[in-house]
């Protein structure tokens, strides 16, 4: 199992539809909302399927001088396997 650990950024939120549907994609366990962050399990990451999932903001507080966010990835049994990037806004999918 693979946990996606996305941050949201400052005055930002999850839009609930787009958690939906986030909920119900391939390989995805199950998704949580915990505070300012959002749990992604996923079941497996295997190699030869490319998966591409994407999470709707929806930006509720104006903030100045925004700053990037994290969003790491991490193995469920062995944390210290690990990756982290940032994102900010505005992002757009490569």
Do not use: W
């Given at each position: ?36 962050h959002?749990?992604?399990?996923i079941?497996e ?50």
């Amino acid at each position: 199992m693979v946990i996606l650990d996305i941050k949201m950024l400052s005055g930002f939120v999850p839009h609930p539809d787009s958690l939906q549907s986030l909920q119900h994609a391939l390989l995805v366990d199950r998704v949580e909302q915990k505070e300012d962050h959002v749990l992604v399990y996923i079941r497996e990451l295997p190699k030869d399927i490319p998966i591409n999932h994407s999470l709707e903001l929806v930006q509720e507080v104006p903030v100045q001088s925004l700053k990037p966010a994290v969003v790491q990835i991490y193995d469920y049994y062995h944390p210290s396997d690990q990756a982290e990037t940032e994102y900010i806004y505005p992002c757009a999918a490569a």
